[in-house]
Every structure is written in structure tokens, then in C-alpha cells.
């Protein structure tokens, strides 16, 4: 079986490219990493990897259509099987969604679909909930709204403000990534008709990973 080839999209730090990279997975490929943004921290990461690494800045483009048009050239020379949005600060086209449907999936800061958008730890801080997380999900014209895969609950401890909650999301995001490329890689997973199967099973649910 040929590794999975994998495209990550990132704006800032990658951390969670590294945590895919850490995971070194023998079932996937990490064809490329790029960034719309040349400062990008995660792109030394790449680089010290040995991944190749590209950047396409958005800025000079005079559509957001037109940037996606060569985002989408420049991905499709790696030929990816799966493209991961990590941390990428860009709001995608439905014509790109759509190219890379079934094969296009992000990781958010929320146990989806409460609290889609920025600010989530914030917004459940004030909320006064005892529960918060982080889902991946597949991709979809929808902000945030694509069907869930898998998620990680972790608690609200009395003691927490934004950073230290945060902090503690991000760490279950580092576990539930790499999970679900590696699913990818075994062939265990697909998007038929906006349901996510694993398994060839339904999912009804999104899978939950419960971290004390």
C-alpha cells in the first residue's frame, strides 16, 4: 500500500503540522505544506522535516476567487489525497471546497457545531460551560459547518481564562489529527452524501475522545 499524500495548509505556527509530523505516521506521505502567509513559522518546521514547502500569498490577488483558483494549481501539482486545513486564515470558495470534496477536512477549536467562528475559548468561558474541545471535520461551503469526524472533551477547571484553556484544547487537537489522517490512511474513512462512514458504518454521531 502506497503512503496517503497529504497537503497541509497553514497561516502561522503549524502546531498542528507538528503534531503530524511527531505522529510519523509510515501510512502518509507529507507531500507539502503551504502557507499564504512567507513568515509563517510552521514552514521552518516543514523545511526542517525535509517537506516541501510553498508559499502563495493572497494578497497581490484581486479576487478571492482568483487566489483560490492558484491555490488550488499549486496543491494539485502535489496530487494530494487528503488536504488538512491547519490553522490556514483563509474563508474558501464553494469552487474549491467543492474540487476537493470528501478529500478536504479542518481541525476547529470547538465541539462542533456549538461555537463555530473565532474566539470559541472565550465564548465559552463566558458561557459558564463545564465542557469544551476541539472537532475535525470535513470541509464544506458551510464556515465550520461540514460534518464532524471525530472529536476530544476536555474539561473547564474553575481556574481557567482563555490561555490556559487554550492550552489544553490545543493538546487535544494534537491527539485527534494525526488519528483521523491515519484513519484516511487505512482507507477507513469517506464522505458519501454529507455523512461521514468509518468503517463503512454511519456515522450518527460525531466519534467522542473523552481527556481528563
Known amino acids: 500500500m502506497n503512503p496517503l499524500r497529504l497537503v497541509v495548509l497553514i497561516s502561522g505556527r503549524g502546531s498542528n503540522l507538528t503534531a503530524l509530523i511527531d ?15 512567507a513568515e509563517a513559522k510552521g514552514l521552518l518546521t516543514a523545511q526542517a522535516a525535509g517537506i516541501p514547502t510553498a508559499v502563495l500569498d493572497h494578497r497581490p490577488f ?14 494539485d501539482r502535489y496530487q494530494p ?12 470558495t464553494p469552487e474549491l471546497v467543492a474540487h476537493y470534496r470528501g478529500r478536504l477536512i479542518n ?7 456549538k461555537f463555530k467562528g473565532l474566539h470559541t475559548h472565550q465564548r ?3 458561557a459558564g460551560l463545564t465542557e469544551h474541545g476541539a472537532s475535525v471535520h470535513f470541509v464544506t461551503a ?13 474539561p473547564v477547571l474553575p481556574q481557567d481564562d482563555e490561555d490556559s484553556l487554550a492550552a489544553r484544547v ?9 488519528q483521523v489522517i491515519h484513519w484516511f490512511a487505512q482507507g477507513r474513512i469517506r464522505l458519501e452524501e454529507n455523512q461521514v462512514f468509518l468503517d463503512d458504518q454511519l456515522i450518527q454521531s460525531p466519534v467522542v475522545l473523552n481527556l481528563e
Do not use: W
Open 23 to 37: 505522529a510519523a505516521n509510515p501510512l502518509v506521505q507529507l507531500s507539502a505544506v503551504i502557507s499564504n502567509q
Open 62 to 75: 484581486s479576487s478571492r476567487l482568483a487566489f483560490d483558483q492558484a491555490l488550488q494549481v499549486l496543491i
Open 81 to 92: 489525497e487528503v488536504v488538512a486545513l491547519a490553522g490556514f486564515m483563509r474563508i474558501l
Open 107 to 113: 481541525i476547529h477549536p470547538s465541539l462542533l457545531p
Open 124 to 126: 465559552v468561558l463566558a
Open 142 to 154: 458551510e464556515l465550520d459547518g461540514g460534518p464532524v469526524i471525530l472529536q476530544a472533551k476536555v
Open 170 to 178: 490545543l493538546m487535544a487537537e494534537h491527539k485527534i489529527y494525526p
